[in-house]
């Protein structure tokens, strides 16, 4: 099984950028179609951006398509979420989660999930 772990969350403006990383191990990288999903407080955890294998393709919420970029370097066993113009109702814990076949925006195809790295978008 593969180990993730999130990190890079934090205070910004409104307006402001943050990256966030997810690293793996246990397993490469390349093996898994990686996803990030965000769960705000009383509500729901949804879906944010998912990545194939290669990094060929991509899908993201409406919500964030234009804002935010995933990524990936399976060399560095790394999934990064670059977030721009953030706005407040980005304000979540956001996760980054593992699966082996393409999942897309369904959170019950993903196999393994990280802790969690909380993002604050100030107004």
């Known amino acids: 099984q593969v180990q993730l772990v999130e990190s890079g969350g934090g205070l910004v403006q409104a307006g402001g950028s943050l990256r966030l990383s997810c690293a793996a191990s246990?397993?490469?990288?390349?093996?898994?179609?990686m996803g990030w999903f965000r769960q705000a407080p009383g509500k729901e955890r949804e879906f944010v951006a998912a990545?194939?294998?290669?990094?060929?393709?991509?899908g993201y919420a409406d919500s964030v398509k234009g804002r935010f970029t995933i990524s990936r370097d399976n060399a560095k066993n790394t999934v990064y979420l670059q977030m721009n113009s953030l706005k407040p109702e980005d304000t979540a814990v956001y996760y980054c989660?593992?699966?082996?076949?393409?999942?897309?925006?369904?959170?019950?195809?993903?196999?393994?999930w990280g802790q969690g790295t909380q993002v604050t978008v100030s107004s």
């Open positions: 246990g397993r490469t990288l390349s093996r898994y179609v």
């Open positions: 989660a593992a699966a082996l076949d393409w999942a897309g925006g369904s959170e019950y195809e993903y196999d393994y």
């Open positions: 990545i194939s294998w290669s990094g060929g393709s991509t």
